[in-house]
């Protein structure tokens, strides 16, 4: 099958399409940089011509409110009006665990716009919403810093690695559409202020993380469940002693 992957070039992006090339399809990574650009719809209907199937792991360049929800309302509009006229079979979205449940986050608003005019469009399709990667748990824990203590919220945490994120996408992808939201999630379930406190100390930084139920996440406040799978859920098998042994190996 053509497949069309946009934001290809990116950190999932890039894993899944070497996954589905290596099961033998033809896959298009495309973004801005290979002359399509889902903003202003330049290059979409070239790239899509003959596409079977769309997966967009496409993310907003920038965090602020309006440009989130700019981007994934414009993004969005385009790249499925793109699809459509195409004769597209399958659209796969990556998005993320409480997306539903964060209305209060720029970012979340932005993302419940893109679910619904992928629910909207008529193509069928699959929503793939994912736990936080273990790849940005320095990001989190930098969010919540000050001095040598950070502070986050203690809600539950199911982080997964950014390669078992590309192998669900791949299966997901050469699936049947579902035409609903299906979760992913990484294979261990802690408070995020013990997986960050691990993290911190897997990787010699001396900093202490405080337990604070008014710590803000990424702009909303968060329940105890927010960020972790409501049921059923694809788990990865990578945990972050496993996750961070590739990591260093990699480097190596």
Same mark, same amino acid.
């Given at each position: 099958?053509?497949?069309?992957?946009?934001?290809?070039?990116?950190?999932?992006?890039?894993?899944?399409?070497?996954?589905?090339?290596?099961?033998?399809?033809?896959?298009?990574?495309?973004?801005?940089? #290979?002359?399509?650009?889902?903003?202003?719809?330049?290059?979409?209907?070239?790239?899509?011509?003959?596409?079977?199937?769309?997966?967009?792991?496409?993310?907003?360049?920038?965090?602020?409110?309006?440009?989130?929800?700019?981007?994934?309302?414009?993004?969005?509009?385009?790249?499925?009006?793109?699809?459509?006229?195409?004769?597209?079979?399958?659209?796969?979205?990556?998005?993320?665990?409480?997306?539903?449940?964060?209305?209060?986050?720029?970012?979340?608003?932005?993302?419940?716009?893109?679910?619904?005019?992928?629910?909207?469009?008529?193509?069928?399709?699959?929503?793939?919403? #994912?736990?936080?990667?273990?790849?940005?748990?320095?990001?989190?824990?930098?969010?919540?810093?000050?001095?040598?203590?950070?502070?986050? #919220?203690?809600?539950?945490?199911?982080?997964?690695?950014?390669?078992?994120?590309?192998?669900?996408?791949?299966?997901?992808?050469?699936?049947?559409?579902?035409?609903?939201?299906?979760?992913?999630?990484?294979?261990?379930?802690?408070?995020?202020?013990?997986?960050?406190?691990?993290?911190?100390?897997?990787?010699?930084?001396?900093?202490?993380?405080?337990?604070?139920?008014?710590?803000?996440?990424?702009?909303?406040?968060?329940?105890?469940?927010?960020?972790?799978?409501?049921?059923?859920?694809?788990?990865?098998?990578?945990?972050?002693?496993?996750?961070?042994?590739?990591?260093?190996?990699?480097?190596?």
């Amino acid at each position: 099958m053509k497949i069309v992957v946009i934001g290809g070039s990116g950190l999932i992006g890039s894993k899944l399409c070497a996954i589905l090339r290596e099961r033998g399809h033809e896959v298009l990574a495309a973004s801005p940089a #290979s002359g399509v650009n889902t903003l202003t719809g330049e290059g979409l209907d070239v790239a899509l011509a003959k596409a079977d199937i769309v997966v967009d792991v496409a993310n907003s360049p920038s965090f602020e409110d309006q440009a989130v929800l700019d981007f994934f309302g414009t993004s969005g509009r385009n790249l499925l009006a793109a699809e459509a006229r195409a004769g597209v079979r399958h659209h796969v979205a990556l998005s993320v665990v409480g997306t539903d449940r964060l209305p209060g986050s720029g970012y979340f608003r932005g993302k419940i716009l893109q679910e619904k005019l992928i629910r909207e469009a008529g193509i069928p399709y699959t929503i793939v919403r #994912s736990t936080q990667f273990l790849e940005f748990l320095g990001g989190i824990a930098q969010s919540g810093a000050r001095g040598q203590e950070v502070h986050l #919220s203690p809600a539950w945490l199911q982080p997964i690695a950014a390669d078992d994120v590309a192998l669900a996408m791949a299966e997901f992808t050469l699936g049947a559409p579902v035409n609903d939201v299906v979760e992913i999630a990484g294979p261990q379930r802690q408070r995020m202020t013990e997986v960050v406190q691990h993290y911190l100390e897997l990787t010699g930084d001396a900093r202490r993380v405080v337990a604070d139920p008014e710590a803000g996440y990424f702009g909303a406040r968060l329940e105890d469940d927010t960020l972790v799978p409501a049921g059923q859920a694809w788990l990865g098998k990578l945990d972050l002693e496993s996750w961070l042994e590739r990591q260093r190996a990699v480097a190596a």
